[in-house]
């Protein structure tokens, strides 16, 4: 199993679209701060320096790298560099965590390319990873425990018309 990490601002939001297409797991947490475990309040009200982030554990043989990103990129809008939908602030902004050279290579490219398409700049960190802790219980399959929040938060965020 292989694991990758996408900052994509509200976690709730992101994670089931990639459990559709073959992720084994998504766990839902904080990524690319200094210092000690954060809790979600700390995080949501910027005063850390983490990212609501995913971790994807996938089997290669099943979904590949580049699917996973391009699935990340087909679901966050990467022009806003302020944060995503109603969510603000910087951890709620986008990044890329790679964990080996592979994945630096593929999501440079697939960011790339998304700027050559659109003619404009895309505002996605791309970073080493260094840490992820995983989120408080109630975070993680948020979208299966509570459908009518989840599907309240979808709305009122702008993903979901």
């Known amino acids: 199993m292989k694991k990758a990490y996408f900052a994509g601002g509200c976690f709730w939001c992101i994670t089931p679209i990639f459990k559709i297409y073959g992720a084994k797991s998504v766990t839902c947490g904080y990524a690319g701060g200094d210092g000690k475990r954060p809790t979600y ?6 005063k850390t320096d983490y990212r609501e982030t995913i971790c994807v554990e996938y089997d290669e ?14 679901n966050v809008d990467p022009y ?39 003619g404009k700049k895309t505002f996605i960190s791309l970073e080493s990873f260094t840490n992820f802790f995983e989120a408080e219980d109630y975070h993680q399959d948020f979208y299966l425990k509570n459908p009518e929040e989840f599907e309240k938060e979808l709305i009122s965020s702008g993903r979901k018309n």
Request: proline share 0%; aromatic share 10%; no cysteine.
């Open 41 to 46: 309040e700390e995080v949501k009200s910027q």
């Open 80 to 118: 806003d560099a302020g944060g995503q939908f109603i969510d603000r602030g910087r951890s709620y902004t986008l990044a890329v965590f790679y964990v080996d050279d592979e994945q630096k290579k593929i999501a440079a490219e697939g960011i790339d390319k998304l700027e050559r398409e659109s």
């Open 61 to 74: 043989s099943k979904v590949e790298y580049e699917k996973l990103l391009e699935i990340f990129l087909s």
